[in-house]
């Protein structure tokens, strides 16, 4: 196990990465601005149980085949990008009107696996964590894929705290603007833009 000063400092560097713009929290300030807070937390539960699926390929040794397998790399690529174009089509046709009507439309559930699919789909955070988490690990402090596990539920929690923070925010901030259905028609193609754009980040993106 890493010894409690390097988990700490691990925990603040990992805050830090997580309030950085990326694919994942603009996703959950996006989908909670549109569906609400509760769905905006299940979002971030599905980014963080992708997470888990990128520490254990870590702490396996998995995610070194798909760092060196250019075909790997692609298919994941290219599946995340597919992804992210769906939601893209489902965010320019979203119908407008009350928050209500709009978070039936979008079950928890579904918004939960929304968030396993855009975080297990895209093969940047698997070779991040391949790059970044064993940097912070001490072979004198016993077995490595444990001290893996460790940093990566560390990383998870700091992931859990900063996504859900801005689950509230972009929740409450999005509720202001449900009360117009010109803001939501603004919102909900602004969402539908910045998911392509992500889609096309995604799909040239290199190892």
Known sequence: MPTPDTLLAFFG???????????????????????????????VLGLCTGLLGHTAAVALGLAALVAASETAFTVLKLAGAAYLVWLAWQAFRAPVGPLSAQAEAAPLGRMYLRGVVMNLTNPKVTIFFLAFLP?????????????????????????????????????????????????????????????????????FAQR
Do not use: K, M
């Open 13 to 43: 560097i990992a805050v830090l990465l997580c309030l950085s713009p990326g694919p994942d929290n603009v996703f959950v300030l996006f989908q909670s601005a549109l569906n609400g807070r509760a769905a905006g937390f299940a979002v």
């Open 135 to 203: 940097q912070f690990v001490d072979r004198a402090r016993g077995e490595t894929g444990v001290q893996v596990l460790w940093l990566g539920a560390v990383f998870i929690v700091a992931t859990l705290l900063t996504f859900g923070a801005i689950a509230v925010f972009a929740a409450t901030f999005g509720r202001v603007l449900q009360r117009s259905e010109r803001a939501q028609r603004v919102l909900n193609w602004g969402a539908g833009t910045v998911f392509l754009g992500l889609a096309a980040r995604l799909a």
